[in-house]
């Protein structure tokens, strides 16, 4: 489909490891999101690029967490030293410019958890 | 104190019955509203955004009162199929594309 995809579905990592999680927005799309919801709660905004940088990562709980999204469109979320806190589901989500939540399309996320 | 704040709900009602939500937000300044849903285990899809003058599509009404700042949103005749939760989002004036989502209120409707 032409939606945004986001891999894996389902992670289980140990508390300490590294993981990456992959986003693939909708084709032409130059905006991407990166949301967390635990559960119980809404989306928490992580990070937003336009095109390759960073537009705003103040989202970004500290500094285990960082993003990229070297050619503009796919887009990774790397966690290093996971903690049991980091145990949520990453949503990633997509938009032509800068139009923001009125054209935004999430992914069905990736489930981390930290065991 | 959170930027965007829902009744958690659930809101338990029949078929056919009309349910409104409420949602109220911190920044006075905040530039856009939405209402998003969210299906269990799915990912949230936009619903509707929220006018200055109230707007409407179908069964869905969305209003935002800004003197008291609060956004709304009416749904009549309720359908099995709007059993969801049913996210407020808000857009701070100084960046659009951060947006910030309630936690959203549960809605189960009943046959």
């Known amino acids: 489909g032409a939606g945004v995809s986001q891999t894996p579905s389902n992670k289980v990592t140990e508390k300490g490891k590294y993981v990456e999680l992959r986003c693939d927005p909708i084709s032409g799309h130059t905006a991407l999101y990166w949301y967390r919801q635990s559960l119980g709660q809404g989306p928490e905004f992580l990070i937003y690029?336009?095109?390759?940088?960073?537009?705003?990562d103040s989202g970004l709980p500290n500094d285990r967490f960082f993003a990229v999204r070297p050619e503009g469109s796919v887009s990774t979320l790397k966690i290093q030293r996971t903690e049991r806190g980091d145990s949520a589901v990453y949503l990633c989500?997509?938009?032509?410019?800068?139009?923001?939540?009125?054209?935004?399309?999430f992914g069905q996320g990736t489930r981390l958890t930290v065991v | 104190r959170k930027e965007v704040e829902q009744d958690p709900g659930p809101f338990n009602v029949p078929e056919g019955a009309t349910v409104a939500f409420n949602c109220t937000y911190s920044?006075?300044?905040?530039?856009?509203f939405f209402w998003y849903r969210q299906d269990c285990r799915k990912e949230p899809k936009l619903l509707m955004s929220?006018?200055?003058s109230g707007n409407e599509d179908g069964r869905f009404t969305a209003q935002l009162n800004r003197a008291s700042q609060y956004i709304s949103l009416l749904i009549r005749d309720s359908k099995l199929s709007d059993s969801a939760t049913y996210l407020c989002?808000?857009?701070?004036?100084?960046?659009?594309?951060?947006?910030?989502f309630g936690s959203g209120t549960k809605l189960n409707v009943k046959p």
């Open positions: 929220v006018y200055s």
């Open positions: 989500a997509s938009s032509p410019v800068d139009t923001g939540p009125s054209e935004a399309f």
């Open positions: 690029f336009q095109g390759t940088g960073a537009a705003d």
């Open positions: 920044n006075s300044a905040s530039q856009s």
């Open positions: 989002v808000v857009t701070p004036i100084y960046n659009f594309n951060k947006f910030y």
